[in-house]
């Protein structure tokens, strides 16, 4: 059984995550294209900035950051959850093929012609990509529904297969859509945080705050899981019901941000591995910590993809696959 934790340790080991989580939140709007500084940045927020700079700032750098922040956290957070809860160290917040039906979704939207209107803070592509998302977590919980919870296993390889289902008909989409639109499907496809404003962080809130939620709540109930359905139900846990609620959680929280940044790789899988070898295996510290370093990582990635090839970009599901595949093979190698 996992030790308890005193409030004392767990702020201790927040602040380790809070402290280069607020320096990268700080640091990055100075950087990109046409840097700032912070020096530049504190004078402009007490003097004004000019129109330019107040564009950029404002509308383009903080937006994005804050963005980055809650889809690497969230992917993070998220990998967490499934990792223990599918008793799979591999398991990623992709695992359940949650994020190929929001993908296949958001092509289709790319592909319909005409297809380009706005429902309040939600685009087209961010409704059809939300559409897939759900129509796979609904599929994937009828599939694994048992009249005692849920079969972990026929929820994992049901997932993978759908996963593999949604990648084959993306391609299909992708052969019968007209050249000039191949450029903005591979775009998304390849994740991005390339937001203009606030509108789509209003959007995602709506889903990403009860999804998070659910996880965040069940995070002592996971310290039993990981023993085993068994020992959990032995200790009065409603090892059905936390399923439950970590796959809508999950499932939530994971649509929200795919359907407005995209896939991006490597977050949901490297950081819980790392976090847990940092700080424990209590989820209680756990997952607010994942979400920290997560959203962390991802601002950091993102900041170099958008300066290391100025003026032009490079997509940041890119450079996380770049550096998280070979740091997880270093974590693997440490291990054994």
């Avoid at 402290?19 to 939140?25: I, N, S």
């Avoid at 659910?214 to 995070?219: N, S, T």
């Avoid at 295996?281 to 090839?309: K, M, N, Q, S």
């Amino acid at each position: 059984m996992y030790r308890p934790v005193t409030r004392r340790t767990l702020i201790i080991r927040l602040l380790w995550y809070l402290l280069p989580a607020g320096l990268v939140l700080l640091a990055a709007p100075c950087v990109g294209a046409h840097p700032l500084g912070f020096a530049r940045m504190v004078r402009g927020l007490a003097q004004g900035f000019t129109g330019v700079e107040s564009d950029i700032f404002f509308y383009q750098r903080i937006p994005r950051v804050l963005l980055g922040f809650l889809v690497g956290g969230t992917l993070a957070l998220v990998g967490a959850v499934f990792q223990v809860v599918l008793r799979n160290p591999l398991a990623t917040p992709y695992t359940l093929g949650v994020t190929g039906g929001g993908a296949l979704g958001a092509v289709l939207a790319i592909m319909v012609p005409g297809c380009s209107w706005h429902a309040g803070p939600f685009s087209t592509v961010q409704l059809f990509s939300l559409a897939g998302s759900g129509a796979v977590l609904g599929l994937l919980y009828l599939l694994a529904r048992r009249p005692r919870g849920i079969s972990m296993n026929t929820l994992l390889l049901a997932g993978v297969t759908v996963g593999i289902l949604c990648g084959a008909l993306i391609m299909l989409v992708r052969y019968l859509a007209s050249p000039h639109l191949l450029i903005a499907m591979d775009h998304w496809l390849m994740g991005g945080l390339d937001v203009v404003g606030y509108r789509g962080l209003a959007g995602l809130f709506a889903l990403w705050l009860p999804g998070v939620g659910f996880l965040l709540l069940l995070a002592p109930a996971y310290n039993h899981l990981a023993l085993g359905e068994q020992l959990a139900a032995g200790y009065g846990i409603d090892v059905a019901g936390v399923q439950r609620l970590s796959l809508l959680g999950g499932g939530l929280a994971t649509a929200a941000v795919v359907s407005l940044a995209g896939p991006i790789g490597f977050v949901g899988l490297l950081v819980p591995h790392a976090v847990r070898r940092l700080s424990g295996l209590d989820h209680r510290i756990v997952l607010p910590c994942c979400f920290l370093a997560g959203g962390a990582l991802l601002v950091a990635c993102d900041t170099l993809a958008r300066t290391i090839l100025a003026p032009t970009e490079m997509p940041v599901g890119i450079l996380t696959a770049v550096v998280g595949g070979p740091f997880f093979i270093y974590l693997l190698c440490r291990q054994s």
